[in-house]
C-alpha cells in the first residue's frame, strides 16, 4: 500500500540553525500539508500546498517557514532560524482532493522529530 | 475560532470490554468528521469519514457516530484488544477551508 514517508526520522539542532524537512507524498496526490506535534499538544495545522503554491496557512507558520516542492516527488518545510519553541514532531500529509469539497482520506507520514537546543 | 473538544481525556479498560469517546465540535460551516488512531511517536491513521449526511460509519471494531445537528460525534470501540492502547483524535473540516481541526485526542489504555 502506498505511503508518505519522511525523512529524517529524527534531528537535533541548534537554535538559530536552518533545517529542512523532507516528504515524500503518494504519488498520485495533489495536495500537501504540514502539520506539527508539540510534546504532549494537539496535532497543529501548518500549511496546505497545492499546484505549486500555497493554499492556505496557520498563524504559526510564519516568515521563518516556507515549503517547497523543488521536484516531482519530494515535499519540503524549511525553518530558517529555528528557536526552542520549534521542538516538535512534524507531521507531512497528502491527499487526492483538498479537504473541502470531495471528502477524500488524509495520509499520514511518520513525522519528523525535531528538537532545538 | 473553530474548536473540537473530546472526553474523557484519558481511559483505561480491560482487554474485551467496549468503550466509547466523545467529540463535540464548533467548526461552522461543517463538511466533514474523521476519527485517527494515533500510535505513540507515529502520525495519525484515519478510521472513519462521515459527512453531515452520515449517522454511523464502521470500520472493523470502530464504530462512529455524528450528529450534524447537535454537534457531536461519538466513537466506540468493540471488543477492545491490547493494539487498541493509542490516542483517539477527532478531526473536523469546514466546508471552506483546507486544513483540519484537531481534537486533542483520547488515550485509552487497554490493559490484559
Known amino acids: 500500500e502506498p505511503e508518505v514517508t519522511q525523512t529524517p526520522s529524527h534531528q537535533v539542532t541548534q537554535m538559530g540553525q536552518e533545517v529542512i524537512l523532507r516528504c515524500v507524498p503518494i504519488?498520485?496526490?495533489?495536495?500537501f500539508y504540514w502539520y506539527r506535534q508539540i510534546l504532549g499538544q494537539k496535532v497543529e495545522f501548518l500549511v496546505s500546498?497545492?499546484?505549486?503554491?500555497?493554499?492556505?496557512k496557520s498563524e504559526i507558520f510564519d516568515d521563518q517557514f516556507s515549503v517547497e516542492r523543488p521536484d516531482g516527488s519530494n515535499f519540503t518545510l524549511k525553518i530558517r532560524s529555528t528557536k526552542l519553541e520549534d521542538s516538535a514532531m512534524y507531521f507531512c500529509?497528502?491527499?487526492?482532493?483538498?479537504?473541502?469539497?470531495?471528502?477524500?482520506?488524509?495520509?499520514f507520514g511518520p513525522g519528523t522529530r525535531l528538537l532545538v537546543l | 475560532k473553530n474548536q473540537v473538544e473530546q472526553s474523557p481525556q484519558s481511559l483505561i479498560i480491560l482487554e474485551g470490554k467496549n468503550c466509547t469517546l466523545q467529540?463535540?465540535?464548533?467548526?461552522?460551516?461543517?463538511?466533514?468528521l474523521r476519527w485517527y488512531k494515533q500510535d505513540t511517536g507515529r502520525g495519525p491513521v484515519s478510521l472513519t469519514i462521515?459527512?453531515?449526511?452520515?449517522n454511523t460509519k464502521s470500520n472493523g471494531r470502530y464504530t462512529a457516530t455524528l450528529d450534524a445537528d447537535t454537534k457531536q460525534s461519538s466513537l466506540h470501540i468493540t471488543a477492545s484488544q491490547l493494539s487498541d492502547s493509542a490516542s483517539y483524535i477527532c478531526?473536523?473540516?469546514?466546508?471552506?477551508?483546507?486544513?483540519?481541526?484537531f481534537g486533542a485526542g483520547t488515550t485509552v489504555t487497554v490493559r490484559a
Open positions: 500529509a497528502s491527499s487526492v482532493t483538498p479537504l473541502a469539497g470531495v471528502v477524500k482520506t488524509q495520509y
Open positions: 462521515m459527512t453531515f449526511s452520515e
Open positions: 467529540c463535540n465540535y464548533t467548526v461552522s460551516p461543517f463538511s466533514n
Open positions: 504519488s498520485n496526490h495533489l495536495y
Open positions: 478531526v473536523v473540516s469546514g466546508a471552506n477551508d483546507y486544513k483540519l481541526s
Open positions: 500546498f497545492y499546484n505549486n503554491e500555497i493554499s492556505e
